[in-house]
């Protein structure tokens, strides 16, 4: 490469400067240089290899070397349980542990770097050469994830594009950068296959109502991210280094989610240990039935990391439990604190015109009501299901605020709006 060669011409220049200068002063000091003039031809050879090393990050692989590892920088996930990755030398296998609610088996998808054979014995819809240069993404949770590695450039179309929060997609999205593709319950299907992405991601609720299968039949490389199915808030966060798997960014995204990681866990700190753990309960009554957060949900977690009694905290479940009004007055009546409600709460006066039995709730009556609404858009997308999710140490900070103000004095509150 030519880089190389200016590299070497300016590493053996200065060696002939440093020993013309210095052989006549010194001439025992000529060994000592010329060792240090091998040295630094040694390191850039060394860069020189890794930068035209087939299958490096920056583009295909030119002439196959079975014996060559394509893959230098690997990542795994450390708080994710529903995905994982299995490293080969020319391809990774990616399993997808837990792709919906009920699902029986797995999905695996293999990722073969570009210009490698692909291995035998795997589907060819599931087969996808890495790394990847264009993406569609038909979840607006899926685009923190992709905006946080820098990677906007390669996204060329979206579903929903009014609920997406994201200003510097709303941009591209005007400059006509990104393409629109329907929503998530109605794909546009011919106007995918007219862009052709390399990797379309997609989420899934049941196969048997979901746009996915009619995605892959069409031809189209299809991937389920399921973050939505982890239960911690650093389980979620960790799905960065999921996609990042698909563009050979694994370094950047162990660098980055190190220090989601290292945010949260400072956070955390501050409240470990109180004496006093405020009560608290959450969601709100739709129809007939009223969804508290299982014992072991995303939310659930969040809040034994802020300090709080959550009350129902011993609850086994991970996702929504569905109770009467009363069953929760009964628990919940005398709660010091009221997570969540409709996105359209943004007043007590709000929440009582709905129902007026929430009156009857300390909380309310104390308006020591949040929601989880400070960062809509004019759509009603939502930031705390989008941005949140690559920064939970926010969503953590709002709510140590919240239960311990005295923790973080001055701190303003970002994804949660206290209802007066």
């Known amino acids: 490469m030519p880089s190389g060669r200016r590299a070497f011409c ?31 031809l040694v390191l850039v050879i060394a860069f020189w290899l890794r930068a035209t090393v087939p299958g490096s990050a920056a583009g295909c692989v030119s002439r196959f070397d079975g014996r060559v590892d394509y893959f230098s920088d690997k990542s795994a996930p450390r708080f994710a349980r529903a995905f994982s990755v299995e490293y080969h030398r020319h391809y990774k296998i990616v399993t997808v542990r837990d792709p919906w609610r009920g699902a029986v088996e797995p999905l695996r998808y293999v ?25 569609a993404v038909l979840s607006t949770t899926h685009l923190p994830l992709l905006e946080k590695l820098g990677l ?44 052709q992405p390399q990797l379309v ?16 039949a069409s031809g189209l490389k299809v991937v389920l991210n399921a973050e939505y199915r982890e239960n911690t808030p650093l389980g979620r966060s960790e799905w960065l ?47 007939d ?46 709660a010091e604190f009221w997570l969540g409600g409709s996105l359209n709460w943004r007043s007590i006066q709000d929440v009582i015109a ?31 299901w989008q941005g949140g999710i690559v920064n939970p140490d926010l969503i953590l900070s709002d709510l140590i605020r919240i239960f311990h103000p005295e923790r973080l004095p001055g701190y303003e509150l970002v994804y949660y709006r206290p209802l007066k």
């Open 111 to 135: 990722l073969v770097q570009c210009g490698t054979p692909v291995p035998a014995g795997f589907p060819r819809a599931r087969v996808i050469q890495v790394p990847v240069s264009s993406v």
């Open 10 to 40: 300016l590493v053996d220049g200065r060696a002939a400067k440093l020993v013309a200068v210095q052989t006549p002063v010194v001439r025992l000091k000529s060994t000592a240089v010329a060792s240090w003039v091998a040295s630094v």
């Open 354 to 384: 709905e129902d007026s039995r929430y009156n009857r709730l300390r909380a309310v009556r104390q308006r020591r009501v949040y929601n989880d609404n400070l960062r809509l858009n004019p759509a009603g997308g939502n930031d705390y």
């Open 289 to 334: 039935s009223w969804y508290v957060p299982g014992g072991k949900s995303y939310l659930a977690r969040f809040l034994a990391d802020a300090g709080a009694d959550y009350l129902w905290a011993t609850n086994p479940e991970t996702g929504g439990v569905p109770l009467s009004f009363e069953a929760v007055y009964e628990r919940a009546a005398d």
């Open 241 to 287: 280094k999921f996609l990042a798997l698909f563009f050979n960014k694994e370094a950047l995204a162990n660098r980055l989610f190190d220090g989601i990681v290292q945010r949260y866990s400072e956070r955390a700190r501050l409240v470990r240990g109180i004496t006093h753990r405020p009560t608290v309960f959450a969601g709100f009554a739709m129809k």
């Open 152 to 195: 906007l450039d390669t996204l060329v179309a979206v579903a929903d594009p009014e609920l997406i929060h994201s200003e510097a997609i709303q941009q591209r999205l005007r400059s006509g950068r990104i393409a629109t593709v329907g929503k998530e319950a109605a794909i546009d299907v011919e106007r995918l296959l007219e862009l």
């Open 201 to 216: 991601t997609a989420f899934a609720i049941s196969p048997d109502t979901d746009d996915f299968p009619r995605l892959t």
